[in-house]
T-cell receptor
Framework: DADVTQTPRNRITKTGKRIMLECSQT?????MYWYRQDPGLGLRLIYY???????NKGEISDGYSVSRQAQAKFSLSLESAIPNQTALYFC?????????????FGPGTRLLVL | RKEVEQDPGPFNVPEGATVAFNCTYS??????FFWYRQDCRKEPKLLMS???SGNEDGRFTAQLNRASQYISLLIRDSKLSDSATYLC???????????FGQGTTLQVKP
């Protein structure tokens, strides 16, 4: 089984709809991240969480919200989806308690907002 | 100026060639450096960390020049399977956050 999973893998939605992307990990890592990837722009950080009670905005948090339901689960919500939120979304984890900064990514969710 | 800059390429090389990618970063507080590999429509995966003294992993060699804030990746004896996008990644001090370059695309041709 994959260490970092994301659901759904693909999603098509309409403008104005609320959607949630979910991320789960079995790595036991404390830190979790949400990124979006757009062609030519690379990966950009949306939100990150260093533990269950710690949520921080990244560089492009507007229009998004997150919830860290447990150490292993970190969900991303688009409150009212808009077409420019069409992108590839990745969840990642890291184990900072061991001093490691390497991030491990889930397989991604491909989102299309019509 | 982007915090991490890479030439997007693509670099088109024949099998067996040696190819080098460069990357510059702007934050002098960066302390950790990485190269990630991303295959088309897949997630990024760690290729190797980059250490101050330079390091090698098989056909891959990474170098760091802190004074010039410059990182490089050298791939020797390129294989078809090396075709991918290579992401230069640096941390932001002790924040636990990483900054990703937009990537350099490599196409290795038979």
């Amino acid at each position: 089984d994959a260490d970092v999973t994301q659901t759904p893998r693909n999603r098509i939605t309409k403008t104005g709809k609320r959607i949630m992307l979910e991320c789960s990990q079995t790595k036991g890592h404390d830190r979790m991240y949400w990124y979006r990837q757009d062609p030519g722009l690379g990966l950009r950080l949306i939100y990150y969480s260093f533990d269950v009670k710690d949520i921080n905005k990244g560089e492009i948090s507007d229009g998004y919200s997150v919830s860290r339901q447990a150490q292993a689960k970190f969900s991303l919500s688009l409150e009212s989806a808009i077409p420019n939120q069409t992108a590839l979304y990745f969840c990642a984890t890291s184990d900072f308690r061991t001093g490691q900064e390497t991030q491990y990514f889930g397989p991604g969710t491909r989102l299309l907002v019509l | 100026r982007k915090e991490v800059e890479q030439d997007p390429g693509p670099f088109n090389v024949p099998e067996g060639a040696t190819v080098a990618f460069n990357c510059t970063y702007s934050n002098s507080a960066s302390q950790s450096f990485f190269w990630y590999r991303q295959d088309c429509r897949k997630e990024p995966k760690l290729l190797m960390s980059v250490y101050s003294s330079g390091n090698e992993d098989g056909r891959f060699t990474a170098q760091l020049n802190r004074a010039s804030q410059y990182i490089s990746l050298l791939i020797r004896d390129s294989k078809l399977s090396d075709s991918a996008t290579y992401l230069c990644v640096v941390n932001i001090g002790n924040t636990g956050k990483l900054i990703f370059g937009q990537g350099t695309t490599l196409q290795v041709k038979p």
